[in-house]
């Protein structure tokens, strides 16, 4: 069920001009059911796929726009965005590459473009999980270049300041309470210990809840990041796999796992609308559907610019 369409209609902005609904409607009018009936299947597979596909969305688009440059492996002058330590812990590229098979077997070559594709996974993956359903904009167009300093310089750390969060989703033409409810993203998945240990160690920061510090002291029990596995990891919140309210609970209840999801909680500019999504999912939701519109329609590749990959992993 789509929600709010006229208000998301709206949202066309400069950036995202040639941007339509029902881009494909001709050209590949099975598109949608091809990129979720792909995901779902992966779902089955791998509970937690879906969070790392919203996430795989979020660094694609902060990186020059939603453009698929996080996919592009080393070749030549591209440096692979996966190098940056800011991406450390983004997984499943390869569902998106069993959809894009998928979609040129029903469709054919050249048609549907991988930034497209990966925008649409990330809607899916938080509408699957529970979240809103809603229409996005397509015909974005992919990226010939990327590069893995672009992404250390673009991809904000789970330290960053919320002035400085805040300056990033303006940028996008996010208001303050889309900038907040764009962080709802973090009720799916997981964190990693490497991304908590400063508040953990040598002494807890005093945003923490005592009792949920001693439980992540358990589950990330080693401080210096050298010695820190990988795959050492603690839910964002305790609904990891549902798409809803709860991060924004937890984060009034000094549960917030990361620096800025504490910060979001205690700023006097984003914990009004902090407190208003713990309260009301419904509002939530609608605000997200905005956020995310705007997240993947800013700087995006258009018209003449940019190709649409063959192979998402490389340039044509």
Known sequence: MWVILAMVLTLASSSSSQLSFGFYKKSC????????????????G????????????????????CDASILLNNKGSITSEMASDR??????????????AAVDAQCGGGEVSCADIVALAGRDAAAIA???????????????????????AALPPPTISVDKFLDIFRAMGMSIEESVAIMGAHTLGVGHCLNIVNRLYPTLDSNLNPFYAARLRISCPVSDPRFILNTTTVMNDFTSLRFDNRYYQEVSSRLGLFSIDAALGQDSRTSTAVAKFAQDQNQFFQTYITAYQKLTAHKVLTGSSGQIRKNCRYVN
């Open 29 to 44: 009018p099975g598109l949608e059911s091809t990129v979720r009936s792909t995901i779902m299947s992966s779902l089955f």
């Open 46 to 65: 791998d509970p937690t796929a879906g969070a790392a596909l919203l996430r795989l969305s979020f660094h694609d688009c902060q990186v020059g726009g």
């Open 87 to 100: 991406n450390f812990g983004v997984r499943e590229l390869a569902i998106i590459d069993r959809i894009k």
């Open 130 to 152: 529970g979240g809103p359903d809603f229409p996005i904009q397509l015909g974005r167009r992919d990226a010939t270049f990327a590069s893995n300093r672009a992404a250390d």
